[in-house]
């Protein structure tokens, strides 16, 4: 069975992610870096759809923690098929860009950008390894990035600036791995019903009622969850380097 790795999936996106793996016949590692009950239910829905399910604490922030994850996961499933850097933070205060701090900056961009940088070079070391030895034929990673990527918010330009990193970190990968036949692929949420949304939930239901999105509804986790199966079953392996709007349209400049 292949096994995947999602990290920043007690909750949310990642969860909704992993819950679409499981269904699709994923062994998946649930990481969470503080939310312990949360990943605990997690698992438990990842685990009732007949497969394999653990669970591993571990702050993407810290170099040492992602390489525990990643061998963690081949210990536990003997494999790694795919890895999903999901996990991701918003600006603790949202802070117009002449006036925000350095430890916001700092914090953001160790979380959203250094952490996954370095989990993605560990991680595909150990699926060049896997291939080497016959373990695996190919790989994929995801990296849910957002439609921050690419549309300024001036009151969290730390986020913006961590979103449009991962974009250029998924082709720079895309381009070394495929030799590999590992493909890397980004994955552009647009507004998504989760607990990172629910300070600016009233505003976002207004915008969504006004035409925000031609689809007029707030995404689910879900929709990202079934984007990563697309990938994670194989029917987009001659794309790499692509970044994939999930957005409900909003992406599309309209008159
Ligand atoms: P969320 O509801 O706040 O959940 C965040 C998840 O990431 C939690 O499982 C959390 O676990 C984990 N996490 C946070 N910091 C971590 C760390 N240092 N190490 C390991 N795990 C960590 O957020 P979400 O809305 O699902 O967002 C998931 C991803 O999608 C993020 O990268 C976000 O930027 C992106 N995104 C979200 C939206 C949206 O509208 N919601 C739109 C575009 C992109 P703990 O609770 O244990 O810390």
Redesign the pocket.
């Known amino acids: 069975m292949p096994a995947a790795i999602v990290?920043?999936?007690?909750?949310?996106?990642?969860?909704?992610i992993a819950e679409s793996l499981a269904e699709a016949g994923h062994d998946v590692m649930i990481?969470?870096?503080?939310?312990?009950e949360?990943?605990n239910e997690a698992a438990a829905a990842v685990a009732g759809h007949g497969v394999r399910a653990e669970i591993c604490?571990?702050?993407?922030?810290e170099i040492d923690?992602g390489k525990n994850l990643v061998d963690k996961t081949i210990e536990a499933f003997g494999t790694l098929d795919l890895l999903v850097?999901?996990?991701?933070?918003?600006p603790r205060v949202r802070a117009d860009i002449l006036e925000a701090e350095t430890d916001s900056y700092d914090e953001v961009m160790a979380?959203?950008l250094r952490?996954p940088y370095f989990l993605t070079q560990y991680a595909a070391n150990q699926m060049v390894a896997l291939k080497a030895s016959g373990r695996i034929q190919a790989a994929r990673i995801v990296v849910?990035?957002?439609?921050?990527a690419f549309t300024s918010s001036v009151a969290r330009g730390e986020?913006c600036v961590s979103?449009t990193g991962l974009s250029m970190m998924t082709r720079l990968f895309a381009d070394r791995l495929a030799e590999h036949d590992i493909t890397v692929n980004e994955i552009?949420?647009?507004?998504?019903?989760?607990?990172?949304?629910g300070p600016v939930k009233e505003k976002y239901d207004k915008l969504i009622a006004e035409g925000l999105t031609p689809i007029r509804r707030w995404?689910q986790?879900e929709d990202?969850g079934r984007a990563v199966v697309a990938i994670a079953s194989g029917l987009l392996d001659f794309t790499t380097g692509a970044s994939i709007p999930v957005d409900g349209g909003f992406h599309i400049h309209r008159l």
Do not use: C
């Not at 920043?8 to 969860?15: E, K, L, N, Q």
């Not at 604490?57 to 922030?61: F, I, R």
């Not at 850097?85 to 918003?90: D, Q, S, T």
């Open positions: 990290t920043g999936s007690s909750r949310g996106i990642g969860r909704g990481n969470y870096s503080r939310s312990e949360a990943a604490q571990a702050n993407v922030t923690d850097n999901n996990a991701g933070i918003a979380t959203n952490g849910i990035s957002s439609i921050s986020y979103k552009q949420p647009g507004v998504i019903q989760t607990d990172m949304t995404g986790p990202i």
